[in-house]
């Protein structure tokens, strides 16, 4: 077997930093080609490749194999050409470091690029062409066809070969970028999407540093504390500036100009955004992967947008900033953050992948529009209707494409060992020139980890058309106007490149030609004919410019965006003015500012981000006032709008308020909250002590307190926590405790202000450890002392501290190893395996020899009791797991972890805890100066200090000049069930129990 897609790689849907691997002795089963069986009742027709695969469509359309292994294999990511042939990226050698080439496909010669083709129209591939095979190619996670050029995306490098004759082997290869992180890494450089502006767009997960410089000396630093997948992520931290001055974290979605100019950050802090989607509008559409099992989303990117998956600098991990009483997919967010946009829809588990937008006519009127989202966790492709609401859309979500049926009360898919449906696992879909969508298959039983199991490689593609109907790819003449519009108006993305550019190198005298598209009943023809005259020179300008006064809220909302687009300069460093094109841009926009939509002056208040406040304070106070106290998206516009002027903007509205800040209305409580200007910080501590303000309101003040950076506001958070009001103190307590590890760590004397301490048994076994180092101790002494300290939880964590840092002599650690083996302190049990068993058996999957007698295949025979399962979750997963309203947020929720896993695949997670650790679980050991020992996840990284939570769910903050070592595991923080005394009916009965549904 092998693991899928790299997109789904990262998804921790696991106990705390178990494997995702699931293992089964099957063999990779070869699908016959697919016949279509008679149409059910019901919402989905059906497609059948044999008795046991079914793919269900909706039941007016219908879907062929349209091509398998071995024309090609492990598809990553395609697009489909003006001629209708698919390109395949493969992942063959993915994770080469952990997988032994003679135990699988391998590739010596590197990844390539595949081309697939159907020669006789008959609608399946016949054809399968190497386009180009490089070891320079390391798993590569996206391609685009734009014309002779085709673009990999493929970490550190954006690479574009060149078929200058077409004979379909590449001429040149240059790199038109370099500096990604994530070599070998699923969270890392994915495909490029040409927009309908005709620049290019594309993204990156969070494996980084990205430091990028464009092909106008413009360089992209960004950066977070995320480390580990592969051996080369090694070395990564956050709150690195860019040229413009700004910080970007985490995934990034990137702009450039098509000859690698001009780089734009368009939105930042995803954890591993897989794809980004453009409809014809500009607006961008991205999935999103979770690290729990309850938390992936898609969403609507707003330009500038913050996703909000780290902290803003990129120093901590969500986990860090949990605030008490948050639930895991607002946390995981940050969506109770000032400056974060709304995450879209959260749709619980998975692995999402590739995604496009429909725009076509040929699969009907119910599709165009349709954004969909591959889905390979759950084996499903997503469709989504997006309905504007205010200043963002609402994505109502349907299970559109899958191999299980839309309803079927009586099938409970992961108490089934071996259903091969769930091997459907879609890494992409795109839109064809013939309207047709195409789904690329990794098909694999698991998603996740870092491991390959599967020796034959086996992927599929297949095809969906209307029922009854045969689509044909169309003839297109680029050498003709009519041919070059034909070019534009195509259904698949990066074929409408070709008549952009093809257009667009005519200038004005296509201008006339283009307008009987305004009025085309398909709409998306019409914002494509929009952003194509604003590149046409003056009179497209005038044409674009006249549509700001349409009766359409979308066309002048594409107007604004192609007007911008197509005036923007390289990207602007700090200090640099707007170019006179931009500026031109200011009046018109002024006219838009008191715009009836929402929506329009959400892109009103997206354009004035960099512009300087005295060039834009009237506009802006215009834009407040269009504010309706509710929506976020509108709020968050006015917060970019206001980015670098808060204070001044609040200086302005200050006298239009009430004098008495506990008089603010919901609306002005909800702007300050966005501004958080320092100026605010008295007003802020007012409302919070107020009795007459509701707990909702004082919480608001206390939160915009705290993301407020200076002294003042440190010093208010602190005399907050000392007030009577229980409620105020404690949330006033937790703000101080945690701003002291970061953002206000050096602003004020916080031994003074909250002296920390000790308690009376660390005191006793730091004194203890003293002992230890002293020469002039006897040996006699020692050995009783260090026994002493092995019995005991916290001196078995100095012990270990002193044992990672090289200063326990050998013979005591032979006089305490039996003692500290048996320490009352599981985690400290599981730190000292690495330094006090003599014979610890390790190998290359991640110790699954600690498993013991315990077989996957076992157990999975046995009849599991969902209520002696409970009984088992109370007393051995509850301290760190959550399943419903039971138990602790330490690990990964598992109240939805029977969306992720069926019982093979949550067994061998189970059994085999350090297989595959998970993204971001793996476990730390920090010692101090002082010889204080923590054991748990770093989830902050700071200059000031460190975080980490440990297996109680406490969360310690280090000083980082208190830090003497740090250590990073391979080994995870949960023991393996043989270790806790667990027998096979009682991992029956648990998995039967995080089963059921």
Not at 89 to 116: C, M, Q, S, W
Not at 889 to 894: A, K, Q, R, S, T
């Amino acid at each position: 077997m092998k693991t899928t897609v790299p997109a789904l790689y990262s998804p921790l849907y696991v106990l705390v930093t178990i494997g995702l691997l699931y293992v089964t002795g099957q063999t990779l089963r070869q699908p016959q080609p697919m016949k279509p069986l008679p149409e059910r009742a019901g919402l989905h027709g059906v497609v059948v490749d044999d008795d046991s695969n079914r793919l269900y469509v909706p039941d007016d359309l219908e879907a062929t194999l349209w091509a398998q292994a071995p024309m090609f294999h492990n598809p990553t990511n395609m697009d489909i050409d003006a001629r209708g042939r698919v390109w395949i990226t493969e992942a063959v050698n993915y994770r080469k470091f952990n997988n032994k080439p003679e135990a699988r496909l391998d590739h010596p010669e590197g990844e390539r690029v595949v081309i697939l083709e159907d020669t006789d129209q008959d609608g399946k591939a016949d054809k399968s062409t190497v386009f180009v095979q490089d070891k320079e190619l390391v798993s590569p996670l996206g391609i685009a066809v734009i014309g002779k050029k085709v673009i990999v995306s493929c970490a550190p490098n954006l690479v574009v070969y060149t078929d200058e004759d077409g004979d379909d082997h590449p001429d040149k290869k240059e790199i038109l970028l370099t500096g990604f992180g994530g070599l070998d890494h699923d969270h890392s450089l994915h495909a490029l999407v040409v927009g309908p502006d005709g620049k290019y767009y594309f993204n990156t997960g969070n494996a980084g540093p990205h430091i990028v410089t464009d092909k106008s000396g413009w360089t992209l630093r960004s950066g977070s504390l995320y480390v580990g997948g592969t051996p080369y992520n090694k070395i990564n931290h956050g709150n690195q500036i860019s040229d413009d001055g700004r910080v970007w974290v985490g995934g990034l979605a990137l702009r450039i100009n098509p000859d690698g100019t001009a780089m734009k950050v368009m939105g930042h802090n995803f954890r591993n955004n897989y794809e980004t989607a453009l409809d014809s509008y500009g607006n961008m559409w991205q999935n999103d992967n979770d690290d729990q099992v309850v938390a992936c989303r898609t969403s609507w990117l707003m330009e500038g947008g913050n996703a909000g998956y780290f902290s803003s600098d990129g120093t901590r991990y969500w986990q860090a900033d949990q605030r008490p009483g948050q639930d895991v997919p607002t946390a995981h967010w940050h969506q109770d953050d000032p400056g974060v946009m709304p995450a879209g829809d959260i749709s619980g588990a998975g692995s999402p992948t590739g995604v496009v937008v429909y725009e076509g006519d040929e699969l009907g009127p119910r599709y165009r529009g349709m954004l969909l989202s591959a889905e390979a966790g759950r084996n499903v492709i997503f469709g989504y209707k997006p309905e504007p609401e205010g200043a963002g859309y609402r994505l109502p979500r349907t299970d559109l494409i899958s191999t299980f049926p839309a309803v079927d009360e009586n099938y409970k898919w992961n108490d089934v060992d071996k259903d091969t449906r769930k091997w459907f696992r879609p890494s992409d879909v795109a839109v064809g020139p013939d309207g047709a969508l195409y789904i690329a298959d990794w098909y694999d039983p698991i998603v996740g980890g870092h491991q390959m199991k599967d020796g034959k490689g086996y992927g599929r593609i297949y095809r969906i058309t209307p029922r009854g109907k045969k689509l044909k790819v169309p003839d297109i003449n680029l050498k003709t106007t009519q041919g070059q519009i034909a070019a534009l108006l195509n259904p698949a993305v990066n074929v409408r490149a070709l008549g952009f550019e093809a257009l667009k190198a005519q200038g004005d005298n296509v201008v006339e030609a283009l307008l009987p598209l305004l009025s085309s009943n398909n709409p998306f023809h019409r914002a494509r004919a929009v952003f194509l005259m604003a590149n046409l020179g003056p009179e497209g300008e005038y044409e674009v410019t006249r549509l700001l006064r349409s009766e359409v809220p979308m066309l002048r909302i594409a107007a604004i965006r192609a007007l911008r687009s197509a005036s923007a300069g390289v990207s602007i460093r700090p200090g640099e003015e707007l170019t006179r094109a931009e500026k031109a841009l200011l009046p018109l926009l002024g006219n838009l500012a008191n715009d009836p939509s929402p929506a329009v002056r959400r892109e009103v208040a997206i354009a004035l981000r960099d512009v300087p406040y005295a060039d834009c304070r009237f506009m802006l106070r215009n834009l407040i006032k269009g504010y309706d106290g509710k929506d976020r998206w509108y709020l968050e516009a006015l917060g970019q709008a206001a980015d670098g002027k808060e204070e001044a903007l609040f200086a302005d509205l200050r006298p239009g308020l009430p004098e008495d800040p506990t008089q603010w209305d919901q609306r002005t409580a909800n702007l300050i909250w966005r501004l958080h200007p320092a100026s605010a910080v008295t007003l802020l501590q007012q409302r919070a002590a107020s009795s007459a303000l509701s707990p909702d309101a004082r919480r608001q003040a206390i939160t915009a307190l705290g993301f407020i950076k200076n002294a003042q506001a440190a010093q208010a958070m602190v005399a907050l926590a000392k007030m009577p009001d229980k409620d105020v103190a404690d949330q006033a307590t937790y703000w101080a405790g945690f701003r002291r590890g970061n953002d206000w760590a050096t602003l004020i004397n916080w031994e003074e202000a909250m002296p920390s301490k000790l308690s009376a048994t660390e005191q006793a076994m730091l004194a203890k450890r003293q002992i230890l180092l002293d020469e002039y101790k006897s040996d006699t002494e020692k050995r009783r002392v260090a026994l002493e300290m092995a019995r005991n939880a916290e001196g078995g964590k100095v012990l270990v501290g002193l044992a990672a840092d090289n200063k326990l002599p050998s013979e005591l650690k032979k006089v305490v190893a039996q003692a500290i083996l048996k320490n009352p302190d599981q985690s400290v049990r599981t730190m000292a395996k690495e330094y006090f068993a003599e014979n610890t058996e390790k190998s290359t999957d991640g110790d699954r020899s600690s498993a013991g007698t315990l077989s996957v295949e076992q157990v999975a025979a046995l009849t599991g009791d969902k209520t002696a399962g409970q009984s088992v979750f109370k007393t051995n997963c509850a301290t760190c797991h959550r399943h419903g309203k039971q138990g602790n947020d330490i690990g990964p929720e598992l109240t939805r972890i029977h969306q992720k896993f069926d019982k093979n695949g949550l067994l061998d997670a189970i059994i085999h805890p350090s297989a595959g650790l998970a993204f971001g679980y793996e476990p730390w050991l920090i010692t101090t100066k002082a010889g204080q020992t923590y054991y748990g996840f770093l989830i902050s990284d700071g200059t000031q200090s460190l975080v980490v939570k440990d297996a109680a769910g406490q969360k310690h903050t280090i000083p980082t000049s208190k830090v003497f070592s740090r250590k990073q595991y391979k080994t995870s923080l949960m023991p393996d069930p043989a270790s806790m005394g667990l027998n096979q009916q009682q991992l029956a009965d648990l998995a039967a129990y995080l089963l059921k549904q």
